[in-house]
């Protein structure tokens, strides 16, 4: 190029510059940003926010999904009544109605909840919160020896433990990555949530809608606690390694996009239930036929279901249980969560055979049978330090093989695999022994 070319190019990048200067949004925009990061990257304010935020949102998987799981849970048991209608009473209709039905109905019940909160943490991800949330927890994480960049996996524990094991590959440090896998399993993931819609549902059947909300605010609140926790102890015992520095490129605010924010949504509640769908028929064909073998065509349901192969297995298991409080019918539940935590459910849906409840539905069904669950002594089983205890338990314990799998196969080592989740199990027993008897 020659010179006058040159310099006619100059000119022209130089009006292009000035007219985006001067029509820049955005020294207006910029002041506006500025004003609400101001707020929500403030040390104090900024975790205000955060906590009044995730209160809204568990609030609101509560009182928004309501009329949903009515819904669902309507369609299951008329379903399961529209069985015994055609097939009668016998064992096949109860296979159908009590075991499909009602094992599978128990948890799919709960999937309008589960749609709120991928939602919610879409519409946060798309309006550019969730960077900012990141900037929040930078600096506690440093302290625990891990960084920003720990951030994104430790999210996605709370989708799936599985993908955010996956996701800590981007961290550089092999002492952060270590620090970061052994905390995402104490992560609130959607696995779990089905467990504690339940279990605070019992708790606060026919209270408010905002305090199930907080309590399980709470509970992923102290989720992230132990997680801390446990990262700030192996900080301290793991050997240092130079410091990692994370930096961020702060989105602008945007409003999300409302159909592409309702497609992801649906497609990950899709992808949850594909998951999950096979693991519990599966499981609650095996435990359904556990429970009915040998048959006894005579025998009264609880006769049945002491005298069949689960009721030996779990009376042989009672003692291991009866400190938290429970019986084996629960404690045969926690064991069938290590297949999947969303199995719990299921199963106590099929031993308490919850479609025989009158005419209520699958969930009030089976809150009905957890209400009137009790020991041979007439003691209740599901009290409130009972069902708390429960609530610790599946908040600490690592209950997902699948999660174990994935670790061993990401950090090369079973004994690291196996450590994690003895570790975890036995101290998420020990603190829900002590908050049962504590609670009595």
Same mark, same amino acid.
Not at 136 to 157: E, H, N, T, Y
Not at 191 to 215: C, E, K, M, Q, S
Not at 325 to 333: E, V
């Given at each position: 190029?020659?010179?006058?070319?040159?310099?006619?190019?100059? !000119?022209?990048?130089?009006?292009?510059?000035?007219?985006?200067?001067?029509?820049?949004?955005?020294?207006?925009?910029?002041?506006?940003?500025?004003?609400?990061?101001?707020?929500?990257?403030?040390?104090?304010?900024?975790?205000?926010?955060?906590?009044?935020?995730?209160?809204?949102?568990?609030?609101?998987?509560?009182?928004?999904? !309501?009329?949903?799981?009515?819904?669902?849970?309507?369609?299951?048991?008329?379903?399961?009544?529209?069985?015994?209608?055609?097939?009668?009473? +016998?064992?096949?209709?109860?296979?159908?109605?009590?075991?499909?039905?009602?094992?599978?109905?128990?948890? *799919?019940?709960?999937?309008? &909840?589960?749609?709120?909160?991928?939602?919610?943490?879409?519409? *946060?991800?798309?309006? /550019?919160?969730?960077?900012?949330?990141?900037?929040?927890?930078?600096?506690?994480?440093?302290?625990?020896?891990?960084?920003?960049?720990?951030? $994104?996996?430790?999210?996605?524990?709370?989708?799936?433990?599985?993908?955010?094991?996956?996701?800590?590959?981007?961290?550089?440090?092999?002492?952060?990555?270590?620090?970061? $896998? =052994?905390?995402?399993?104490?992560?609130?993931?959607?696995?779990?949530?089905?467990?504690?819609?339940? #279990?605070?549902?019992? *708790?606060?059947?026919?209270?408010? !809608?905002?305090?199930?909300?907080?309590? #399980?605010?709470?509970?992923?609140? /102290?989720?992230?606690?132990?997680?801390?926790?446990?990262?700030?102890?192996?900080?301290?015992?793991?050997?240092?390694?130079?410091?990692?520095?994370?930096?961020?490129?702060?989105?602008?605010?945007?409003?999300?996009?409302?159909? =592409?924010?309702?497609?992801?949504?649906?497609?990950?509640?899709?992808?949850?239930?594909?998951?999950?769908?096979?693991?519990? =028929?599966?499981?609650?064909?095996?435990?359904?036929?556990?429970?009915?073998?040998?048959? &006894?065509?005579?025998?009264?349901?609880?006769?049945?279901?002491?005298?069949?192969?689960? /009721?030996?297995?779990?009376?042989?298991?009672?003692?291991? =249980?009866?400190?938290?409080?429970?019986?084996?019918?629960?404690?045969?539940?926690?064991?069938?969560?290590?297949?999947?935590?969303?199995?719990?459910?299921?199963?106590?849906?099929?031993?308490?055979?919850?479609?025989?409840?009158?005419?209520? +539905?699958?969930?009030? /069904? *089976?809150?009905?049978?957890?209400?009137?669950?009790?020991?041979?002594?007439?003691?209740?089983?599901?009290?409130?330090?009972?069902?708390? +205890?429960?609530?610790?338990?599946?908040?600490?314990?690592?209950?997902?093989?699948?999660?174990?799998?994935?670790?061993?196969?990401?950090?090369?080592?079973?004994?690291?695999? #196996?450590?994690?989740?003895?570790?975890?199990?036995?101290?998420?027993?020990?603190?829900?022994?002590?908050?049962?008897?504590?609670?009595?």
């Amino acid at each position: 190029w020659d010179d006058a070319r040159i310099e006619r190019e100059i !000119a022209v990048a130089e009006s292009w510059a000035r007219a985006v200067v001067e029509k820049s949004p955005d020294q207006r925009s910029l002041d506006h940003l500025r004003r609400w990061d101001a707020v929500l990257l403030d040390p104090f304010w900024g975790l205000a926010c955060f906590i009044l935020i995730m209160g809204t949102l568990f609030s609101s998987i509560f009182w928004a999904a !309501a009329p949903l799981m009515d819904l669902v849970d309507g369609g299951f048991s008329w379903l399961a009544e529209l069985v015994h209608i055609y097939l009668g009473t +016998g064992p096949f209709a109860d296979f159908i109605a009590d075991g499909i039905i009602g094992g599978v109905g128990a948890v *799919l019940v709960f999937v309008p &909840q589960i749609f709120i909160l991928f939602l919610g943490f879409t519409l *946060l991800e798309d309006s /550019g919160y969730l960077s900012r949330a990141a900037t929040i927890v930078d600096r506690p994480l440093q302290m625990m020896g891990l960084s920003g960049r720990a951030f $994104v996996p430790i999210l996605s524990g709370f989708a799936c433990a599985v993908p955010a094991v996956m996701a800590s590959r981007n961290i550089r440090s092999a002492r952060e990555r270590w620090i970061t $896998v =052994f905390i995402i399993p104490f992560m609130t993931c959607s696995a779990r949530l089905p467990v504690y819609a339940l #279990l605070l549902t019992f *708790l606060f059947h026919d209270r408010p !809608a905002w305090i199930p909300g907080l309590a #399980l605010t709470g509970l992923y609140i /102290g989720a992230l606690v132990l997680g801390a926790i446990a990262a700030s102890a192996l900080h301290k015992i793991l050997k240092r390694s130079a410091d990692t520095h994370f930096l961020l490129e702060l989105p602008v605010y945007r409003w999300p996009k409302a159909a =592409f924010t309702l497609r992801l949504a649906v497609r990950r509640t899709v992808s949850y239930v594909k998951k999950a769908g096979p693991t519990i =028929f599966v499981f609650v064909l095996i435990l359904w036929v556990g429970s009915h073998f040998p048959y &006894q065509p005579e025998a009264s349901e609880d006769v049945q279901l002491r005298e069949s192969v689960v /009721g030996h297995v779990g009376r042989a298991i009672e003692p291991v =249980f009866e400190p938290m409080g429970l019986d084996w019918r629960a404690g045969l539940g926690i064991i069938s969560a290590f297949v999947a935590r969303e199995v719990f459910v299921s199963s106590l849906a099929v031993i308490f055979a919850i479609t025989d409840a009158d005419d209520a +539905g699958l969930q009030d /069904g *089976l809150l009905k049978s957890m209400g009137q669950a009790t020991f041979a002594d007439g003691r209740p089983v599901f009290t409130v330090g009972s069902v708390c +205890g429960l609530l610790v338990f599946f908040m600490i314990a690592l209950q997902c093989l699948s999660t174990t799998g994935v670790v061993w196969r990401e950090m090369g080592s079973w004994r690291y695999a #196996l450590g994690q989740l003895i570790v975890m199990n036995v101290i998420g027993y020990l603190a829900a022994v002590a908050v049962a008897q504590a609670l009595g």
